[in-house]
């Protein structure tokens, strides 16, 4: 029987979303003719929806769990798909698609939901993100694949916030201080600016770059700054759209940020990277970006509790790996 309906359960967060990329080019491959719909939530559907040949269901579980579980069986239902793929690991994701019809279900033994799949694989915790999803639609597809594709985005740099900037420019995303290990101290982020500007003969502009929520902290650092008579810094965090802060980030000569959203956005749109390793939310190996474009700065860790370990992030190692690959780059004179 063909496969025309594919339907795709995808994580709940951009950087996840934007690690599914190479399992749904696998799909894409495999079954050129099928239709693919993603289930997302509303702001991670925004990275999506630039991308027409994908439609979009908007899972609105966040606002209301019982209407929203209730609202996705009711539109599952009245699409008659030939399959699902579960990139989550969640019992009610496997129960809302049989109660939508679909026989036909893939996805990892978690959760007591085998009896729910058709074709239940067991998870490696040790294996990439990527590979983890990528695994999935490799085993949906006979496992013919042996090629990983890369990560990808659409993104346009003509649309970046950025544009008319002359200068190099160079990105950084902190986080806020309720991301607690993997929030980058402002302070650090500060001094970090001033070491490089103390190298740096060109033309160079420091921008910080995050979501509405990190706006105070990335705004302390330009403060900071201010008072050393550093004028190059400004903060664009919370004043663009999603869609903007991808192009923006594309239109990066080099981003330095923690593990975040910006992080695998910048992976997708082959952007310059420095990523900053301490305590995060999983083992680093399994999540950080792949690709020649990404550099990472460890934690030297020295200090005990899991939320010190970003204070040994230190700024003369993130400068100093800064300036590498700005002059490996040509982009320093």
């Given at each position: 029987?063909?496969?025309?309906?594919?339907?795709?359960f995808?994580?709940?967060?951009?950087?996840?979303?934007?690690?599914?990329t190479?399992?749904?080019?696998?799909?894409e491959?495999?079954y050129?003719?099928?239709?693919?719909?993603?289930?997302?939530?509303?702001?991670?559907?925004?990275?999506?929806?630039?991308?027409?040949?994908y439609?979009?269901?908007?899972?609105?579980?966040?606002?209301?769990?019982?209407?929203?579980?209730?609202?996705?069986?009711?539109?599952?239902?009245?699409?008659?798909?030939?399959?699902?793929?579960?990139?989550?690991?969640?019992?009610?994701d496997?129960?809302?698609?049989?109660?939508?019809g679909?026989?036909?279900?893939?996805?990892?033994?978690?959760?007591?939901?085998?009896?729910?799949?058709?074709?239940?694989?067991?998870?490696?915790?040790?294996?990439?993100?990527?590979?983890?999803?990528?695994?999935?639609?490799?085993?949906?597809?006979?496992?013919?694949?042996s090629i990983?594709?890369?990560?990808n985005?659409?993104?346009?740099?003509?649309?970046?916030?950025?544009?008319?900037?002359?200068?190099?420019?160079?990105?950084f995303?902190?986080?806020?201080?309720?991301?607690?290990?993997?929030?980058?101290?402002?302070?650090?982020?500060?001094?970090?600016?001033?070491l490089?500007?103390?190298?740096?003969?060109?033309?160079?502009?420091?921008?910080?770059?995050?979501s509405p929520?990190e706006m105070t902290?990335a705004?302390?650092?330009?403060?900071?700054?201010?008072?050393?008579?550093?004028?190059?810094?400004?903060?664009?965090?919370?004043?663009?759209?999603i869609?903007?802060?991808?192009?923006?980030?594309?239109?990066?000569?080099?981003?330095?940020?923690?593990?975040?959203?910006?992080?695998?956005?910048?992976?997708?749109?082959?952007?310059?990277?420095?990523?900053?390793h301490?305590?995060?939310?999983?083992?680093?190996?399994?999540?950080?970006?792949?690709?020649?474009?990404?550099?990472v700065?460890?934690?030297?860790?020295?200090?005990?509790?899991?939320n010190?370990?970003?204070?040994?992030?230190?700024?003369?190692?993130i400068a100093?790996?800064a300036?590498?690959?700005?002059?490996?780059?040509?982009?320093?004179?």
């Amino acid at each position: 029987m063909s496969t025309k309906q594919i339907v795709i359960f995808m994580p709940r967060f951009i950087g996840d979303c934007i690690n599914c990329t190479p399992a749904i080019k696998l799909l894409e491959l495999s079954y050129p003719d099928a239709q693919i719909t993603l289930v997302l939530r509303a702001v991670p559907a925004l990275v999506f929806s630039r991308n027409t040949g994908y439609k979009i269901i908007i899972d609105e579980r966040l606002s209301n769990k019982l209407r929203g579980i209730l609202s996705l069986v009711k539109t599952l239902k009245k699409q008659n798909y030939d399959a699902a793929i579960l990139m989550t690991n969640t019992l009610i994701d496997a129960v809302i698609t049989k109660a939508s019809g679909i026989n036909n279900v893939i996805g990892y033994a978690q959760e007591m939901r085998k009896p729910l799949l058709k074709k239940a694989l067991k998870l490696d915790t040790r294996r990439h993100y990527i590979n983890r999803y990528a695994y999935l639609a490799n085993a949906f597809c006979n496992n013919k694949h042996s090629i990983l594709p890369d990560v990808n985005l659409f993104f346009d740099k003509k649309q970046s916030v950025l544009l008319n900037i002359d200068t190099l420019k160079v990105g950084f995303c902190i986080v806020n201080k309720a991301k607690l290990s993997r929030h980058y101290p402002t302070g650090h982020c500060a001094k970090t600016i001033e070491l490089i500007n103390q190298k740096v003969k060109e033309p160079l502009s420091f921008f910080l770059i995050g979501s509405p929520e990190e706006m105070t902290e990335a705004e302390q650092v330009v403060a900071t700054c201010q008072k050393s008579n550093i004028e190059n810094v400004q903060s664009i965090a919370g004043k663009t759209t999603i869609l903007e802060l991808i192009d923006t980030i594309a239109d990066l000569d080099l981003l330095i940020t923690v593990d975040s959203g910006p992080l695998h956005i910048a992976a997708a749109t082959k952007t310059s990277t420095i990523a900053l390793h301490s305590k995060g939310t999983s083992a680093f190996s399994t999540v950080c970006p792949k690709g020649p474009q990404v550099h990472v700065v460890n934690s030297r860790g020295g200090y005990i509790d899991d939320n010190d370990q970003v204070l040994d992030l230190l700024p003369e190692d993130i400068a100093e790996k800064a300036l590498d690959i700005l002059n490996e780059h040509n982009l320093l004179h």
